[in-house]
């Protein structure tokens, strides 16, 4: 059996990340446009990596834990991995860690993950870290006198090209059962995976509420994902 799960804020949101339609577009008091897209940061870098630094402090605080719905995904997850004919695959549009924290081994953070800075120059990516900066030498060896060029937050910002396209359209094409768990389904590409799926694949929608995306499946469940996705998956 072929899995191919998507998650976006809405599973996150009982680990006390709030959804960005919860932040009504707005984060820490920014609008997106001001802050989520390359020609803000060309514009004010430094904002931008102080709304990211923000979101990363907010992510690190000791209460933000995984969730029932993260657990189940990753125990799900390796009860698959049991199994040679079976194919498990977990995209992810969250920048947040809480799916690895979880226990996720194979996810594919679509929209790039919050931890990680990346050099403008080489697009290498970093651990983050508090004192991370523009003038920081070489992240991984303040030794190294070859300093890393300007760095950014290693997130797909409005207009980028998300990560892994080839990959989710290849598992989203072979899928027998394609789940997709607290998504508002209002940003694309992600949003047109579910039409990316075979005739044949399950698809099956877990949210609080009806989306654009709901007529594209065969099953909507309607509930809280910590209450709903282990049951699902059982
Ligand atoms: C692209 C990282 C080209 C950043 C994000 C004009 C100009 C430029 C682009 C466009 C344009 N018009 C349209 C576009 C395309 C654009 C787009 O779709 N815009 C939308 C707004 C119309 N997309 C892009 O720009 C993408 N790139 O198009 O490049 C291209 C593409 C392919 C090939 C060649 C070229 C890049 C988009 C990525 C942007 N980055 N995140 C950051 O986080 O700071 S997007 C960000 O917002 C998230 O990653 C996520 O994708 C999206 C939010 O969506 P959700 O995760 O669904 O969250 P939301 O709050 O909306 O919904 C939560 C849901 O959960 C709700 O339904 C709620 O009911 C439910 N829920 C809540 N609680 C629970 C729950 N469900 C269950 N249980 C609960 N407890």
């Not at 009982?14 to 060309?42: H, K, M, Q």
């Not at 977990?90 to 929209?111: C, K």
């Not at 300093?147 to 998300?162: A, D, Q, S």
Request: glycine letters at 6%.
């Amino acid at each position: 059996m072929n899995v191919l799960i998507l998650t976006g804020a809405g599973i996150s949101a009982e680990s006390g990340i709030p959804t960005f339609r919860d932040a009504n577009g707005l984060w820490e008091g920014y609008a997106f446009e001001e802050v989520a897209t390359p020609a803000a940061f060309a514009r004010n870098p430094a904002l931008v990596q102080e709304f990211y630094n923000q979101r990363r402090r907010a992510l690190l605080r000791p209460e933000i834990q995984p969730n029932a719905a993260h657990v189940a995904l990753a125990e799900f997850e390796k009860r698959l991995s049991d199994s040679e004919d079976d194919e498990f695959l977990l995209v992810t549009q969250n920048i947040d860690d809480l799916h690895e924290r979880a226990g996720s081994d194979n996810v594919l953070h679509m929209h790039g993950e919050l931890l990680k800075a990346q050099c403008l120059e080489t697009l290498e990516c970093y651990p983050w870290r508090e004192d991370l900066d523009e003038t920081t030498p070489h992240p991984d060896d303040p030794d190294d006198e070859t300093r890393c060029g300007m760095l950014r937050p290693h997130v797909v910002w409005f207009g980028e090209i998300p990560i892994g396209l080839d990959r989710i359209e290849k598992a989203a094409t072979r899928a027998n059962v394609f789940i997709a768990i607290g998504t508002s389904g209002l940003v694309y590409p992600a949003a047109g995976i579910v039409s990316m799926t075979p005739p044949s694949c399950r698809r099956i929608e877990i949210n609080m509420d009806d989306t654009p995306a709901s007529p594209s499946f065969d099953e909507t469940i309607r509930g809280r994902a910590s209450e709903t996705v282990g049951r699902v998956l059982a």
